[in-house]
T-cell receptor, first 117, second 109 residues
Framework: NAGVMQNPRHLVRRRGQEARLRCSPM?????VYWYRQLPEEGLKFMVY????????ESGMPKERFSAEFPKEGPSILRIQQVVRGDSAAYFC???????????????FGPGTRLTVT | DAKTTQPTSMDCAEGRAANLPCNHSTISGNEYVYWYRQIHSQGPQYIIH???NNETNEMASLIITEDRKSSTLILPHATLRDTAVYYCIFQRDDYKLSFGAGTTVTVRA
């Protein structure tokens, strides 16, 4: 049973380029979350998606960042015109469908480490 | 943010049980206690969760006090691969995971 998959594991971009991070959730999971972890800092929520819907993007920077979870294929976190401050580990997590108002545990991928030079 | 209190660090001998305490005195009746861990340079890993009753799975056991103000995560036979930062949180409807400082557990041979 494959876990959450993320690729690439490491990504190097020059300032001003675009970064595309991919996440395939666990089989049967319809909820996807993206988090960012800056060096020596804690995990910060960015966005919560279900298939073809953005449920909560309150943690996303207002500019340059976008996310999608299409009907077919992986979830994509896109960062346009990257800056050095975007260098971080980006983690994707997935969970099964919630019921009764309770949010299930989240299963994380190995992360994509983005370095902006 | 929901607040928990955990010791900053603890050491454990390989093969022995590791008991990790967590205080969550402000937890409400319908909030679950969750434990995650993060091994260096890896993604966080879900361990276990519980509401009122003690829980056990293949990774760990969770003991929750009767008043639900504290809990203990037990790793029954710690191995070197259990060296990680362990996070205790409580949540019900909030999917935005937010970890505090956690407990840095070092398992020594």
């Amino acid at each position: 049973n494959a876990g959450v998959m993320q690729n690439p594991r490491h990504l190097v971009r020059r300032r001003g380029q675009e970064a595309r991070l991919r996440c395939s959730p666990m089989k049967g999971h319809s909820h996807v979350y993206w988090y960012r972890q800056l060096p020596e800092e804690g995990l910060k929520f960015m966005v919560y998606l279900q298939k073809e819907n953005i449920i909560d993007e309150s943690g996303m920077p207002k500019e340059r960042f976008s996310a999608e979870f299409p009907k077919e294929g992986p979830s994509i976190l896109r960062i346009q015109q990257v800056v050095r401050g975007d260098s971080a580990a980006y983690f994707c997590a997935s969970s099964p469908r919630a019921s009764g108002g309770r949010t299930y545990e989240q299963y994380f991928g190995p992360g994509t480490r983005l370095t902006v030079t | 943010d929901a607040k928990t209190t955990q010791p900053t660090s603890m050491d454990c001998a390989e093969g022995r049980a590791a008991n990790l305490p967590c205080n969550h005195s402000t937890i409400s009746g319908n909030e679950y206690v969750y434990w995650y861990r993060q091994i260096h340079s890896q993604g966080p890993q879900y361990i276990i969760h519980g509401l009122k009753n003690n829980e056990t799975n293949e990774m760990a056991s969770l003991i929750i006090t009767e008043d639900r103000k504290s809990s203990t995560l037990i790793l029954p036979h710690a191995t070197l691969r259990d060296t990680a930062v362990y996070y205790c949180i409580f949540q019900r409807d909030d999917y935005k995971l937010s970890f505090g400082a956690g407990t840095t557990v070092t398992v020594r041979a």
